[in-house]
């Protein structure tokens, strides 16, 4: 899937016959076949695009998104036509309260979990080799999440999707508990990580790692949103994470795959390869520009990442769109179940 990604201060969208014609400042930047092209994520002030752009993208059925600086979508221009997610939204909307959507929670939470605990093994290996205090936490850790994935295996559908759903979250949070204090006893006591907070307050603005996590999963949420949306899936209606007017359920249901490989990998590699120079990226407690281009280009590089699940090797951003389709296939029926995405 072909995505062009334009994010810089007066950069011009055109048309010129049936190509997409990026100009910065009028100087021409990219030329390229609009049959190429599958999304447009347009997402800075001082951009602009043309109404010949906008016809161009409907008739080659190019999805149009615009995003906040943050990368969170804020809406998007699609084609006016009825399409095959008739089927699959009704698929979708009837399932929640069956087994079905159970399982689809279920396998949610199981990738989370498995990629969680490759993540730490990584960490084992290079706290062993730098001779890193807690080292045995990092393993028990570890084995902990292991048994908590395999106990969600364990956990059946009882006619309450409620309560099930709780038993899930509950275990989830258990495992999440035990991830974030590995980072926190894994990184450098001086970027005063924490542990895992998604809103800093003035007291915690500090935590540059929690800066860079936050507008890291702000962009994966777009790539996701992306890849629901192209599956044909309403981006609202989630089978784990509750029905809220100000957040995609279905969207952070299908992110909880991927903040493993893409974002917290992403952010760890930042770590290893600058370590305190992370602090010079804050400004007025905030991630400055130059420190959300360096997450965005980190996070971007895992999406290109190549990854092999289910006999196919892709870049991360595919099998985000995969795993969206497969989660579609699996809801009309044409698929016996829904294999969630981790890392090995």
Same mark, same amino acid.
């Given at each position: 899937m072909r995505i062009l990604h334009l994010s810089e201060y007066g950069i011009f969208v055109g048309r010129k016959g049936d190509r997409i014609v990026v100009k910065h400042k009028k100087n021409k930047i990219l030329e390229e076949p609009a049959g190429n092209v599958h +999304? $447009? $994520?347009?997402?800075?002030?001082? *951009?602009s695009a043309s109404m010949d752009f906008i016809n161009l993208a409907l008739k080659h059925n190019i999805l149009v998104?615009?995003?906040?600086?943050?990368?969170r979508p804020l809406g998007f221009l699609v084609p006016f036509q009825a %399409?095959?997610?008739?089927?699959?939204?009704?698929?979708?909307?009837?399932?929640?309260?069956?087994e079905k959507g159970f399982e689809i929670a279920k396998a949610f939470i199981y990738g989370k979990l498995?990629?969680?605990?490759?993540?730490?093994?990584?960490?084992?290996?290079?706290?062993?080799?730098? =001779?890193?205090?807690?080292?045995?936490? *990092?393993?028990e850790s570890m084995d902990e999440i292991r048994d908590l994935r395999n106990k969600v295996l364990e956990v059946e559908y009882n006619n309450s999707p409620f309560?099930?759903?709780?038993? *899930?979250?509950?275990? =989830?949070?258990?495992?999440?508990?035990?991830?974030?204090?590995?980072w926190k006893r894994f990184l450098p006591k001086e970027l005063l990580f924490r542990g895992r907070i998604k809103h800093p307050d003035v007291e915690e603005e +500090? !935590?540059?790692?929690?800066? #860079?996590?936050?507008?890291?999963?702000?962009?994966? #949420?777009? =790539?996701?949103?992306?890849? $629901?949306?192209?599956?044909?899936? !309403?981006?609202?209606?989630?089978?784990?994470?509750?029905?809220?007017?100000?957040?995609? %359920?279905l969207v952070y249901d299908l992110m909880e795959e991927f903040r493993v490989p893409v974002v917290d990998k992403a952010v760890l590699n930042l770590v290893d390869k600058l370590g305190l120079e992370l602090l010079n990226?804050?400004?007025? %407690?905030? *991630?400055?520009? =130059?420190?959300?281009?360096?997450?965005?280009?980190?996070?971007y590089e895992r999406l290109n990442t190549f990854y092999s699940f289910s006999d196919r090797r892709l870049p991360l951003r595919a099998h985000i769109l995969l795993q969206a389709r497969r989660l579609s296939l699996y809801l009309r029926g044409n698929t016996p179940q829904y294999k969630p995405f981790h890392i090995r």
């Open positions: +999304v $447009v $994520v347009l997402s800075t002030r001082g *951009l998104v615009f995003a906040a600086k943050s990368g %399409g095959s997610a008739i089927k699959t939204r009704r698929a979708q909307y009837e399932a929640y309260d069956t498995y990629s969680q605990e490759t993540l730490l093994r990584q960490l084992s290996r290079r706290a062993k080799a730098r =001779e890193l205090e807690n080292f045995a936490f *990092l393993i309560k099930t759903r709780m038993q *899930l979250i509950s275990i =989830e949070a258990r495992a999440a508990d035990l991830y974030w204090e590995c +500090v !935590d540059v790692v929690n800066m #860079m996590l936050n507008y890291g999963y702000s962009i994966l #949420m777009s =790539e996701t949103w992306i890849a $629901v949306f192209k599956a044909g899936l !309403d981006p609202w209606a989630g089978f784990l994470h509750a029905d809220n007017p100000r957040r995609p %359920g990226y804050i400004e007025d %407690g905030r *991630l400055s520009k =130059e420190g959300r281009k360096l997450v965005a280009s980190s996070v």
